[in-house]
């Protein structure tokens, strides 16, 4: 498995932008697509990007399609998720997760390794 710890959260108004970073630990890095999920105080956990191993597959929640993007650097050992046009709406704690396996896979458990998370406040 891989270890994994986010970073990059924060306070930011409506409109405004923030990129997260997620750090993994582990030589194996390369090999696993990775996404990032979100949780609103009293929703469930939900999806919100993915990319495949090499970074040139990415996939988006429609609610984020057009304001997040999803990129990696595998020299790094890092994914990053560059959010803009934030709304009150992306509020969340936002956690990063690893899949071994190919393919679009969008769901919680897909992912077998999760980092701890990085709080998202979005103000009006």
């Known amino acids: 498995q891989v270890q994994l710890a986010e970073s990059g959260g924060g306070l930011v108004q409506a409109g405004g932008s923030l990129r997260l970073s997620c750090a993994a630990s582990?030589?194996?890095?390369?090999?696993?697509?990775m996404g990032w999920f979100r949780q609103a105080p009293g929703k469930e956990r939900e999806f919100v990007a993915r990319?495949?191993?090499?970074?040139?597959?990415?996939y988006y929640a429609d609610s984020v399609k057009g304001r997040f993007t999803i990129a990696r650097d595998n020299a790094k050992n890092t994914v990053y998720l560059q959010m803009n046009s934030l709304k009150p709406e992306d509020t969340a704690v936002y956690y990063c997760?690893?899949?071994?396996?190919?393919?679009?896979?969008?769901?919680?458990?897909?992912?077998?390794?999760w980092g701890q998370g990085t709080q998202v406040t979005v103000s009006s």
């Open positions: 582990g030589r194996t890095f390369s090999s696993y697509a």
């Open positions: 997760a690893a899949d071994p396996l190919v393919g679009g896979r969008t769901r919680i458990s897909d992912f077998g390794s």
């Open positions: 990319i495949s191993w090499s970074g040139g597959v990415t």
